[in-house]
């Protein structure tokens, strides 16, 4: 089983530029995370979406953007890149809200992005 | 704000110690805490979870101690392996949030463990 895939794995940005880091996943999840995580700060969400067409704010969604026009994909596009959004990208997800004993949130492998 | 609280950044022991990871957080809403594993160039993977009615959880060599009136919980490793060595991450979240169905997933900063052969 694939799981959650995210591309690409790692990506170099030029300050301005754009780009979108792309997440699908093959387990009918309907819920799917944006977490993005900095050297000993943990995981901050950026974004989450609980279905198709669904889509909200997490705790840092500034610069960033998200769309979810399938259950399987929940692409992130960077507008503007800036030496901030240099990080560690996760995407993730969830069956229900993964927060109960017995709703694991998934994650994906990682994209690793550096904005210069 | 930090919601939740881990300490030590880093630890490390020798094989067959019990390295101890200890959270503490303020929200008296949170209701379910669990730690996830995070092996370098992977993502995290939930390890264990507790809720707050009961005081401990083992699921193999892990342990989750709770204390709800301290607001804090560790997780224990007994018999520590090479194989332990990663990066963990305790978490808390409401069921659900004031406003949304999701409960948000809060985390701490991380406790990267080194377990020396």
């Known amino acids: 089983n694939a799981g959650v895939t995210q591309t690409p794995k790692f990506r170099i940005l030029k300050i301005g530029q754009s780009m979108t880091l792309q997440c699908t996943q093959d387990?009918?999840?309907?819920?799917m995370y944006w977490y993005r995580q900095d050297p000993g700060m943990g995981l901050k969400l950026i974004y989450y979406s609980v279905g198709a067409g669904i889509t909200d704010k997490g705790e840092v969604p500034n610069g960033y953007n998200v769309s979810r026009s399938t259950t399987e994909d929940f692409p992130l596009r960077l507008e503007l890149a800036a030496p901030s959004q240099t990080s560690v990208y996760f995407c993730a997800s969830s069956y229900s809200a993964g927060t109960g004993l017995g709703n694991t949130i998934y994650f994906g492998e990682g994209s690793w992005l550096t904005v210069v | 704000q930090q919601q939740v609280k881990q300490s030590p950044q880093s630890l490390i022991v020798q094989k067959g110690g019990i390295p101890i990871i200890n959270c503490a957080y303020e929200?008296?809403?949170?209701?379910?805490f669990p730690w996830y594993q995070q092996f370098p160039g992977k993502g995290p993977a939930l390890l264990i979870a507790i809720r707050p009615d009961v005081s401990e959880k083992k699921e193999g060599r892990f342990t989750i101690s709770f204390n709800k009136s301290a607001k804090q919980f560790s997780l224990h490793i007994m018999d520590s392996q090479p194989g332990d060595s990663a990066t963990y991450f305790c978490a808390a979240s409401r069921s659900f949030d004031r406003g949304s169905t999701l409960g948000r997933l809060y985390f701490g900063r991380g406790t990267q463990l080194t377990v020396w052969p």
């Open positions: 929200n008296t809403a949170f209701d379910y």
């Open positions: 387990m009918n999840h309907n819920y």
